[in-house]
């Protein structure tokens, strides 16, 4: 038998008191009834998981529907590249260089019986087309491959056409942090009849809101090489280049075109390759390279105010060439002038790092390295004989 004293057994009272008081609840309930700590878990995992889990209870069933939460997953999200090659199927480079799960490897879930193709990525939303087919028109799809949705995009209304309708080029505009809703510009021929002498183009525009095409402004005139098929979309403006150096852009929210400012130019060479045009993480970036045997060249960026293309990066491929010489050519095409056989896939640029993805055709690896780094570093990859990049961030976003 113990014996206590009054005092002694006071204290105790309060002790056990103060204990019960600060037990911490079960972890359980202590997630359960944190909303803030639940939201924080939820925007870290992957849209897959997402789905899954609002059949949980309802209260994550409201807080992953809701819109707010959406765009808040969207601010946080961190891009990848996706590389498709002709075989169909997709993989997944991590720009973070971490493992990660692909957040798709395929385009099965549409239902297309001349099997698909990406024409464009842009916030999580992805732009498809059907591949030829002769006698076929091409069909046009905006798919969340994250979501497995899509959506059949329907012909463009060809008003004021009275000819078969050309499709030069698609292109998609989506961003969650201002509008749920996304856009489609389609750069189509245009009836000689209701168009001046050079004006051969017309701009339609698709909305996710109206589910309707409007005709955007009169017929235009562009340069006969431009390539529409291959735009580039910053700042909410579509940029388009030739062959020949000649540049076109319009501005998705004014409805316009504008001019860009002039591509950089080599007097020690009058004939130029474009080997890059494109966007990452809201730079805007050029890559020409002068003569078929060099292997350095400059990456252009656009500058912020939009006044020029300024040097942002001198790279020299030279050790990489070195470490696989099976990229000089061993014999010379009439068709092809280059030297080395190599694609510049994708310019990479972040607040982290900048890299540079390489593509060796006839190869089983990607090359993703630093730019001015003196390693480089060789991931097993799929067999693929042509390589597309294009970067992708998931979203909840519906089609």
């Not at 944190?34 to 992957?46: A, E, F, G, V």
């Not at 609002?54 to 809701?66: F, R, T």
């Not at 080029?169 to 002498?197: E, I, T, W």
């Not at 001198?314 to 010379?332: C, T």
């Amino acid at each position: 038998m113990l014996l206590t004293t009054p005092d002694h057994q006071e204290r105790s009272e309060r002790r056990n008191m103060l204990l019960l008081l600060w037990d911490p609840l079960p972890p359980a309930e202590a997630v359960s009834g944190n909303q803030d700590l639940i939201t924080d878990i939820l925007l870290r995992l992957p849209v897959k998981s997402l789905l899954r889990f609002k059949c949980v209870s309802k209260q994550w069933l409201s807080l992953i529907s809701d819109p707010q939460f959406s765009r808040h997953y969207h601010s946080l999200a961190s891009a990848g590249i996706i590389l498709c090659g002709t075989t169909g199927l997709i993989d997944h480079v991590s720009c973070g260089r971490r493992n990660s799960e692909p957040p798709f490897t395929s385009l099965g879930f549409i239902d297309d019986s001349a099997g698909t193709k990406i024409l464009q990525s842009c916030n999580g939303l992805v732009l498809c087309c059907s591949f030829f087919e002769l006698g076929k028109s091409r069909n046009y799809y905006i798919c969340n491959p994250s979501r497995r949705q899509f959506l059949m995009l329907p012909p463009p209304s060809a008003k004021g056409c009275d000819e078969p309708i050309t499709i030069f080029g698609v292109h998609l505009y989506f961003d969650p942090c201002k509008s749920p809703h996304y856009r489609v510009v389609c750069v189509r021929n245009c009836a000689p009849s209701s168009a001046a002498a050079n004006d051969h183009y017309q701009i339609e525009i698709y909305s996710s809101e109206t589910r309707t095409w409007r005709l955007s402004g009169p017929p235009f005139s562009a340069p006969f090489d431009m390539v529409f098929d291959n735009g580039v979309l910053w700042n909410g403006t579509l940029h388009w280049i030739s062959p020949t150096g000649a540049s076109l852009c319009f501005d998705i929210v004014q409805d316009q075109f504008g001019e860009m400012p002039s591509l950089p130019s080599n007097e020690k060479w009058s004939k130029r390759s474009f080997r890059y045009f494109g966007e990452s993480g809201g730079h805007f970036h050029l890559i020409e390279l002068y003569g078929s045997g060099t292997t350095q060249f400059q990456v252009f960026e656009m500058a912020k105010d939009y006044s020029s293309w300024i040097p942002k990066y001198q790279v020299d491929l030279a050790e990489i060439v070195n470490a696989y010489p099976e990229m000089a050519r061993s014999y010379p095409d009439s068709h092809d002038s280059r030297f080395y056989l190599f694609s510049i896939l994708f310019v990479q640029e972040n607040e982290e790092d900048s890299l540079l993805l390489l593509h060796i055709p006839d190869k089983t690896f990607k090359e993703l390295s630093d730019f001015g780094a003196n390693s480089t570093k060789a991931n097993t990859s799929l067999q693929i004989g042509s390589l597309h990049a294009y970067q992708f961030i998931e979203t909840l976003s519906s089609v």
